[in-house]
Structures are given as structure tokens and as C-alpha cells.
């Protein structure tokens, strides 16, 4: 559907999602993008008043409802049950309607309903108490989208795109983990995104070595050798414009940066660190490789700041405006 508003879910009730929604809409309810949160609107509208935050909300019975108040009102599709929760306090309780609201933003995006799914930060270890049999968003994601789902992490943000290829590993464990049938794939996965949702014809790939100095011709590491450079072979004869490996210490100043649409990273922290250094007020998560638009801010639930009033919506703004143009950039490609 054309113009549909974006749907974001209500994550951890205890954390700052429900603030940081508050807060987006303050900044977006005049120009947009349009969007409606999964949650239960009494809780929301109490938490405007607790936040001291001027913000009106508006139940609504369908997506289709958002756009037609969004300037005066935050939109709020009813979860289906009452939700309450003590700031800072997460409890096992809230974790099916947090599963729920993931649920229903997927399903509506699927159905055409809803033009992307934005999600906002979940407690793990909680939902994992629940009996929740994800590690996190990423994995529920590529499940409910399908078996055969290839799910990429990127991270964008102060001019950058960057796309790890192992992510939560241990940093002992990332030699190991490492194939070339990975790195190529998520690099596939990485540019056929860049295509699609970015409006990137010809992207170009910038890989990263592992070893310091890229390895030094095998003294320092071999991986650069075994399993990089033939990853990169292998996608140079499919035709991707791929480049490396390249020393991680120098790729990403600023002359570099020019060089490449994305940075495939060998592992978590050499993605990561150069992307909040750049933007960590800004940062948004997107999942590569779902057949819906999926983006969310880069931090977590903050419960330590929980219902002070003081958390920043500059990330979730970024990951709505972003969800808003890969779409738009998907709808025009399809």
C-alpha cells in the first residue's frame, strides 16, 4: 500500500520507548513520516502526564486511521490488553505483549497495512525468562519472515554504513566463525539492500581485514589470505564492485569514507565503534534481507533513565525517517 504510516512496536514498557514515542511524535506530528505505535493507549496517555509531556494520543482501530489525526494527536493501535509497568523495572508479565506488539507491527507491514516496522528497545533477559526463544529482535525477525531468510545487521549513521559479518560473538571465536561462504553472502545481502532500499545502483563494498594491517602478507594472520581475499574474488566474479582487505585503522577517516557505500566488518566492535563515533546520538539498526523494511534506534532500554523524562529520541527519529525512505525507495524499485 502506497503511503501506508509506519508501525512501531512498543518494546520494553519499563524502558524509554514509550517516552522516546512521545517525544518523536513532538518533533514529527507536522512534517512526518506518519506513524502509530503498538501499545495500550492508557498507559501511553499516563505516561505523558508522569513525563510532563504535551502530547495528545488518539486511539486508533486500524493503520489507516494514523494519518488522518497524526498532527494532533499521537496515533495508538490498542495492544488488546492493559499494560502496566514501574520505570526502571522490567517484569515477565509485560513479555507476551512485548512478543505481541512485535507480532502485529510484522503482520501489518506484511499485509501491505503498514510501510515498515520500527522497533523499540526490548529487555532480553526478560523476555528470555518468558520463555522467549530468540536472542533478540534480529532472529524473531527472520523467523517470522520465512525459513529460507538470510537476516544482515546494518548500522547507519553520520554518513556511514557499516555491516558486520559476525555479530554477537566472542571476540575469541570470530577466526573461527569466519567463511568465505559468509562473508560473501552477507556482503550479497549488504548490496542487494543497497540497491533496493538505498537507491544505489552500482553499490560499492569496502571489506574490512581482520588482523591488524590487514594481516601483513600472513605474518600477523592468515584469515586475510584463507578466507578474505577469496571472499572478495568470489564477489568480484559475480560482478559487485568489492574492494580488500583493507586495514580497519585506515578506512574509516574521512577521505576513506568517500571510497565505499558500505564497510563489511569482520566482527561486532570494528563495525560499531567507528559508526558511534561518528553518530551516537543518531545511530539506527536496520535488518537487511527481510521482505519488510525494518530499522530501530541504537541503544537499549535504558531502564536507569526510565521515567525521568531526560532520555533522547534522536536515534528513534533517525530509524523512523530512515524506515520512511528505504520504503519509499522499495516501492519505487518494485
Not at 511524535?25 to 505523558?48: E, K, N
Not at 586495514?247 to 560499531?272: E, G
Request: glycine residues 8%; proline residues 7%.
Amino acid at each position: 500500500m502506497s503511503g501506508a504510516p509506519l508501525a512501531l512496536t512498543m518494546g520494553e514498557p519499563a524502558g524509554i520507548g514509550g517516552e522516546l514515542a512521545l517525544k518523536a511524535w513532538q518533533t514529527l506530528c507536522h512534517d512526518g513520516p506518519v506513524f502509530f505505535l503498538i501499545d495500550d493507549p492508557d498507559r501511553v496517555r499516563a505516561l505523558a502526564v508522569s513525563l510532563a509531556l504535551d502530547v495528545p494520543v488518539s486511539a486508533i482501530s486500524k493503520p489507516s486511521k494514523a494519518a488522518t489525526g497524526f498532527a494532533a494527536a499521537l496515533p495508538v493501535l490498542a495492544i488488546g490488553e492493559p499494560v502496566s509497568a514501574i520505570p526502571g523495572k522490567p517484569a515477565a508479565t509485560t513479555a507476551r505483549t512485548v512478543e505481541s506488539s512485535i507480532r502485529q507491527a510484522v503482520s501489518l507491514t506484511m499485509a501491505g497495512d503498514a510501510s515498515a516496522v520500527i522497533t523499540n528497545p526490548i529487555q532480553k533477559s526478560v523476555l528470555a525468562d518468558a520463555g522467549f526463544a530468540f536472542p533478540g529482535h534480529t532472529e524473531f525477525l527472520g523467523a517470522l519472515a520465512g525459513p529460507d531468510t538470510q537476516t544482515v545487521m546494518m548500522l547507519v549513521g553520520g554518513g556511514l554504513r557499516v555491516v558486520p559479518v559476525t555479530i554477537h560473538v566472542p571476540l575469541a571465536d570470530v577466526a573461527q566463525q569466519l567463511t568465505c561462504d559468509l562473508i560473501e553472502s552477507t556482503a550479497i545481502v549488504a548490496a542487494e539492500a543497497l540497491q533496493r532500499d538505498f537507491g544505489i545502483a552500482s553499490p560499492r563494498l569496502a571489506l574490512a581485514g581482520l588482523n591488524p594491517h590487514a594481516g601483513e602478507d600472513g605474518l600477523l594472520g592468515k584469515e586475510e589470505q584463507t578466507v578474505i581475499t577469496p571472499a572478495i574474488q568470489r564477489l568480484r566474479a559475480r560482478g559487485f564492485d568489492a574492494t580488500g582487505p583493507i586495514p580497519a585503522d585506515a578506512m574509516f577517516h574521512a577521505a576513506a569514507r568517500q571510497s565505499y557505500d558500505a564497510a563489511i566488518c569482520m566482527y561486532h566492535d570494528q563495525a560499531l565503534i567507528p559508526l558511534k563515533t561518528l553518530a551516537f546520538d543518531e545511530g539506527v539498526n536496520t535488518t537487511l534481507g527481510l521482505p519488510f523494511v525494518r530499522t530501530s534506534p541504537d541503544h537499549g532500554t535504558a531502564l536507569d533513565i526510565a521515567g525521568k523524562g531526560i532520555a533522547k529520541p534522536d536515534s528513534l527519529i533517525a530509524a523512523l525517517k530512515l524506515a520512511d525512505h528505504m520504503a519509499r525507495q522499495r516501492r519505487g524499485h518494485a
